[in-house]
Antibody, heavy 126, light 107 residues
Framework: EAQLVESGGGLVQPEESLRLSCAAS????????MTWVRQAPGKGLEWVAN????????HYVDSVKGRFIISRDNAKNSLYLEMNSLRAEDTAMYYC???????????????????WGQGTVVAVSP | AIQMTQSPSSLSASVGDRVTITCRAS??????LGWYQQKPGKAPKLLIY???NLQSGVPSRFSGSGSGTDFSLTIGSLQPEDFATYYC?????????FGPGTKVEIE
């Protein structure tokens, strides 16, 4: 069964940095786009970033652009999120998720997050 | 960014009830929409992709419909394990955006 395990969360002060990791197992990481989603305490889900299969294409939500970097090492079956200049509003549970493409008729395709990790907590506080 | 809204924000229902949650996009997103279930302290779980396609392993009491801007998730007969928060997510454009969630509680 495909599995994702996040690590690297912790308590940091504002403006500090943190690097999250997501280890994949029981599937070939290089075959999938990958995504980070976060959830602030008591709040809803927020998509943060994704990365294509070879790491050459990335997308970010505006609130983290220029501060966060998503990357991957397919040889190590790992996904990463480098978080810089952290702010209090970055405090959240961070989930990595597998972004699977489903193909439909007439060359249509759809993306969905079909495998999730258990999450790692990031807390930013003075 | 595409804004997603959901209604209601919460509802109370009984086991066996039929429940419908709606999701609206701020622009036409074709049928590029998924539904996710999240229980307290757990990671979200994919229920529906492409608006109406049931993810493998998800019970058939869950169904999705809609296209364009208006979508719905229906639970045909609510079971005890279905009490959770449900989110829609558009995968039409970037940034991907989730709806604010609908909490389904026991009446």
């Amino acid at each position: 069964e495909a599995q994702l395990v996040e690590s690297g969360g912790g308590l940091v002060q504002p403006e500090e940095s943190l690097r999250l990791s997501c280890a994949a197992s029981e599937f070939t990481l290089s075959s999938y786009w990958m995504t980070w989603v976060r959830q602030a305490p008591g709040k809803g889900l927020e998509w943060v970033a994704n990365i294509n299969r070879d790491g050459g294409v990335t997308h970010y939500v505006d609130s983290v652009k220029g501060r966060f970097i998503i990357s991957r090492d397919n040889a190590k079956n790992s996904l990463y999120l480098e978080m810089n200049s952290l702010r209090a509003e970055d405090t959240a549970m961070y989930y990595c998720a597998r972004d699977t493409t489903y193909y439909g008729p007439s060359n249509s395709y759809y993306d969905a997050f079909d495998v999730w990790g258990q999450g790692t907590v990031v807390a930013v506080s003075p | 960014a595409i804004q997603m809204t959901q209604s209601p924000s919460s509802l109370s229902a009984s086991v066996g009830d039929r429940v419908t949650i709606t999701c609206r996009a701020s622009q036409d997103i074709r049928n590029d929409l998924g539904w996710y279930q999240q229980k307290p302290g757990k990671a979200p779980k994919l229920l529906i992709y492409a608006a109406s396609n049931l993810q493998s392993g998800v019970p058939s009491r869950f169904s999705g419909s809609g296209s364009g801007t208006d979508f719905s998730l229906t639970i045909g007969s609510l079971q005890p394990e279905d009490f959770a928060t449900y989110y829609c997510l558009q995968d039409y454009g970037y940034p991907r955006t989730f709806g604010p969630g609908t909490k389904v509680e026991i009446e």
